[in-house]
């Protein structure tokens, strides 16, 4: 009797282990529209958009959180919970999704400055952020501002886990009168 009890004690403390187990992947998906917007496009303006961004990229960012090897202040948290394959179905169905650019609108003198210091940027990800160059980069055209200006300050903080070495680097390398500039200039970019 007291083997059963604990047999069943274990098997209810594994199913509360995974909370998301078995939950069809547009639920699970929905579960990130409050922050995320619905089809992944975010109403702004620290929260990013997610919809139609590489598989590769988004799997691995979650992967990222959920190990601890990525700086967040809360993804790290939600990504805890999540099995390897729920993160490759959340990762497959938002790239599936069409990319939608929020363009915002910015002063002429601060995208001129942005585009002017984004040489680094177009590298991986286009002259407008559009056209990455290779599955592991995300589209930036149309992202929100302050969410790129926040990421970059990230990369450019030596304390904070941000193992991307490359955006690292060309992060650091802008001035950092020109971080805010480069922001704004891909956040108004429709394409």
């Given at each position: 009797m007291r083997n059963k009890m604990l047999m069943a004690l274990v098997t209810i403390g594994l199913a509360a282990s995974s909370a998301h187990a078995g939950m069809p992947t547009e639920d699970l998906a929905s579960t990130c529209n409050a922050c995320h917007g619905l089809n992944g496009v975010s109403v702004g303006p620290t929260m990013p958009s997610i919809g139609g961004l590489p598989e590769a990229y988004l799997?691995?960012?979650?992967?990222?959180?959920?190990?601890?090897?990525?700086?967040?202040a809360t993804m790290g948290r939600h990504f805890k919970g999540y099995s390897d394959a729920e993160i490759s179905a959340l990762a497959?169905?938002?790239?599936?999704?069409?990319?939608?650019?929020?363009?915002?609108?910015?002063?002429?003198k601060v995208i001129a400055q942005g585009k002017e210091a984004s040489d680094r940027c177009e590298t991986c990800h286009g002259a407008t952020g559009s056209e990455p160059d290779d599955a592991e980069t995300p589209k930036i055209n149309g992202q929100w501002a302050d969410y790129m200006h926040l990421e970059m300050l990230k990369y450019r903080t030596e304390s904070l886990k941000m193992p991307h070495k490359k955006m690292r680097n060309n992060s650091k390398k802008l001035d950092a009168a020109d971080v805010e500039a480069v922001a704004k200039f891909f956040a108004a970019q429709p394409k």
């Amino acid at each position: 009797m007291r083997n059963k009890m604990l047999m069943a004690l274990v098997t209810i403390g594994l199913a509360a282990s995974s909370a998301h187990a078995g939950m069809p992947t547009e639920d699970l998906a929905s579960t990130c529209n409050a922050c995320h917007g619905l089809n992944g496009v975010s109403v702004g303006p620290t929260m990013p958009s997610i919809g139609g961004l590489p598989e590769a990229y988004l799997k691995n960012v979650m992967q990222q959180w959920k190990s601890g090897e990525r700086y967040s202040a809360t993804m790290g948290r939600h990504f805890k919970g999540y099995s390897d394959a729920e993160i490759s179905a959340l990762a497959t169905h938002f790239s599936k999704l069409p990319w939608v650019p929020v363009v915002q609108k910015a002063d002429a003198k601060v995208i001129a400055q942005g585009k002017e210091a984004s040489d680094r940027c177009e590298t991986c990800h286009g002259a407008t952020g559009s056209e990455p160059d290779d599955a592991e980069t995300p589209k930036i055209n149309g992202q929100w501002a302050d969410y790129m200006h926040l990421e970059m300050l990230k990369y450019r903080t030596e304390s904070l886990k941000m193992p991307h070495k490359k955006m690292r680097n060309n992060s650091k390398k802008l001035d950092a009168a020109d971080v805010e500039a480069v922001a704004k200039f891909f956040a108004a970019q429709p394409k």
